[in-house]
């Protein structure tokens, strides 16, 4: 119980690496004991949340009595997207390496329900598909539609703008994933007001992140991307049209399109 958040967390992750690193070739009695550990540190964390919830509730149910209103009590454990507080740094979430053969191999997944691939860098869930790529201007697909779920348009399948999976599910509806990236989308020029890149390169980084202020749109876009690149490099890997890998059938599961 004397190890910091931090330190949990770095042990975690030591027993993963590990564990990708010896693959099947790992014993059944080095997996037992990597599990019992984790779960033991899970059982540790868990049980400072429940104290830590309890005291929580106890001040919020004591304080509205006085100020009359609704209690909202704190879950004791952490939902999907409430562990931001959890992540490691970047510079702790990069592992450097010797030589590539050190590097664990990683898989890329699907979430079915949603119908999108998905990475997760350091508890930074990426998701995204295949787009349609149009040439010029951003069409009505490349922006999302405001009213959400609740849009009638949606449901009636009219909507002109593209929506989350979510959105979908939310009305039991099977998702679309009928997303449109401009091509003019991967252009970095911070001082247009269309779908560019606001955040640019090396030398530019700083200063961007420094004035640019709404970046909801681009991490949208550039989460889309990315997994639309990596999907495009595991086909060209699948064609066999990538010198490196030539001689290996990488389909990644992609043999079965999923759209």
């Known amino acids: 119980m004397d190890l910091s958040l931090k330190e949990y967390m770095y042990l975690a992750q030591t027993i993963y690496d590990d564990v990708q690193l010896k693959g ?17 540190y899970i059982r540790n964390i868990q049980a400072v949340a429940r104290y830590m919830a309890d005291i ?42 010797a030589t590539e053969e050190q590097i664990p191999i990683m898989n890329l997944y699907y979430i079915v329900p949603l119908k999108q691939y998905a990475i997760n860098i350091g508890g930074i869930i990426i998701k995204g598909n295949l787009a349609e790529i149009t040439e010029g201007s951003p069409t009505k697909k490349s922006f999302p539609c405001k009213k959400g779920p609740s849009c009638s348009e949606m449901r009636n399948g009219m909507c002109p703008f593209f929506h989350e999976p979510e959105h979908y599910l939310k009305q039991n509806m099977e998702v679309k994933n ?22 640019g390169g090396k ?22 991307q990315l997994i639309h690149d990596l999907l495009v490099l595991l086909h060209i890997n699948k064609k066999g049209l990538n010198e490196r890998y030539h001689f290996w059938d990488v389909t990644f599961g992609l043999k079965n399109e999923k759209q």
Request: charged share 30%.
């Open 178 to 199: 009928d997303r449109v990236l401009s091509n003019v989308s991967w252009i970095y020029d911070p001082k247009s007001n269309k779908s560019t890149r606001k955040i």
């Open 203 to 224: 030398s530019t980084l700083a200063s961007d992140l420094m004035t640019t202020h709404s970046l909801n749109t681009e991490i949208s876009t550039r989460e889309y």
């Open 56 to 97: 929580c509730n106890s001040i919020t149910q004591s304080t509205s009595m006085v100020r009359k209103i609704m209690p909202v009590n704190m879950e004791t454990y952490p939902k999907a997207t409430d562990h931001v507080c959890l992540r490691l740094s970047a510079r702790e979430f990069v592992k450097e390496v």
């Open 24 to 40: 099947a070739g790992m014993k059944s009695k080095e997996i037992e004991e990597s599990i019992k550990k984790l779960k033991t």
